[in-house]
């Protein structure tokens, strides 16, 4: 059914007053090159080895991650670490770009979005949106994650929270269909738990918008009374090009959580939701950033070092937000070869900042990223400002001759508070750069 020019403006308002939670499923995340989802290519992948192996699986299935990776699983002495690694490899030789359906979502006031899929695309089209105090969280099902401390939500410091599991911890990843199962129990006992703070902002009069689910899967329908879907929400979800839905899953849904089963296509949608909420709140116009300084962070893609470039970009926020500063790192590459994106941002950067830690300096894709920039600061002064953020033997590298910031001999992480210290390397860097 089409949406009414009541429901429209209800929609766009309860945007404008940060009353809606998006979730995202996994036929948003197309494969590089093909019509199939991530999911299903990968699925592919795993039936081919499972072909190998001789072992058997119903060939009508073989896009079906979580049925082929339980397949998987049964090969001979086969582990679990096996299955993770063989994802892990997927997604390096076949890594996603930004949906541009993302960079829509992107501008519009979410404060929290449910990611069902294992990559951090969302969170990177938010950085890149501006939104320099977005936050990636995830869960695990299988321990509980060390309590984090997380900022108040707001559209220009969203969560993006990963309900299975990231990449960049593979042992989160729900992966086959025991995962699913005990994920689903994990989750109802809250042993591990969902963070409160996530779970305080179901309530009833919430709004919510599911994007490429399959609300055939059996799992849906328990999660759905995890966070406490309720008739008196109003729950969205286009379907045109959505999973295809029989009737009877159509009804359950309809009167069970009162989903309202939008016809029209999702891009559609999602334009047709920005449309309205411009209507209602216009765009401010972006600063100019003709006179930006240009830093460029260096940093190791684990979830501690990534957490340090997201505290940094929040404290030197204010200074995007007024044009005076660009901050690029890895992350913000859109497409492509990102490796000579990195090159052609140290080439044109005002500064470099690597993130010092043994990660990064044991990880050889940052050798050509530290040469080019020892190339720059011979040729042309480039600054380099290491940030010492975990103990390493930098000393022992090419690095060795530019003092790290906040101090020399104090780990950032080691100071007893590091909200002083991303503080202090903030405002050094201002001096450094001499913007403000």
Not at 159 to 183: A, H, K, M
């Amino acid at each position: 059914m089409p949406l009414s020019d009541r429901q429209w403006k209800n929609l766009a308002r309860d945007l404008q007053q940060q009353r809606c939670v998006l979730f995202l499923g996994s036929r948003l995340l197309a494969a590089p090159g093909s019509d199939a989802t991530m999911n299903e290519r990968l699925a592919v992948h795993l039936a081919g080895i499972l072909d190998q192996e001789g072992i058997s699986y119903e060939k009508d299935a073989a896009q079906r991650l979580h049925y082929i990776a339980q397949r998987f699983l049964a090969i001979p002495k086969i582990r679990r670490i096996d299955l993770e690694d063989e994802v892990l490899e997927f997604y390096r030789q076949h890594p996603p770009v930004i949906p541009d359906l993302y960079h829509r979502l992107a501008r519009l006031p979410f404060t929290l979005i449910i990611n069902t899929a294992p990559d951090e695309l969302m969170l990177r089209a938010l950085l890149q949106a501006g939104k320099t105090g977005a936050r990636g969280l995830h869960y695990n099902l299988h321990r509980e994650r060390e309590a984090a401390v997380l900022q108040e939500f707001s559209p220009e410091q969203p969560l993006v929270y990963n309900l299975w599991g990231t990449l960049s911890d593979p042992e989160s990843l729900v992966l086959s269909q025991e995962d699913r199962v005990e994920f689903i129990k994990n989750v109802v006992k809250g042993n591990p738990a969902i963070p409160n703070q996530v779970m305080s902002c179901f309530d009833e009069r919430k709004t919510y918008l599911f994007l490429g689910f399959n609300l055939e899967n059996w799992d849906v329908r328990l999660l759905l009374d995890c966070f406490k879907l309720s008739r008196e929400n109003t729950t969205l979800s286009p379907q045109l090009d959505n999973y295809p839905m029989r009737p009877e899953t159509k009804s359950f849904f309809e009167d069970r959580y009162q989903f309202l089963f939008v016809s029209q296509a999702i891009g559609q949608f999602v334009d047709d939701v920005g449309e309205q909420f411009d209507r209602q709140q216009p765009a401010e116009p972006q600063a100019p950033v003709a006179d930006a300084r240009r830093l460029v962070v260096l940093y190791h893609a684990n979830e501690t070092d990534r957490d340090c470039l997201l505290r940094l970009r929040a404290q030197l926020n204010p200074w995007i937000q007024n044009g005076r500063l660009q901050l690029w790192d890895p992350g913000s590459a859109l497409h492509g070869d990102v490796g000579q994106q990195m090159l052609e941002q140290i080439a044109a950067a005002d500064a470099v900042m690597p993130v010092l830690s043994a990660d990064f300096l044991a990880d050889p894709d940052q050798i050509p990223l530290i040469e080019q920039a020892l190339q720059q600061h011979r040729e042309r002064g480039l600054r380099i400002v290491p940030l010492l953020y975990r103990a390493c033997t930098w000393e022992d590298t090419a690095l060795r001759d530019f003092p790290p910031l906040p101090e020399r001999d104090k780990p950032l992480r080691n100071w007893p508070d590091t909200d002083t210290a991303f503080t202090l390397v903030a405002e050094r860097l201002k001096t450094l750069l001499n913007y403000g």
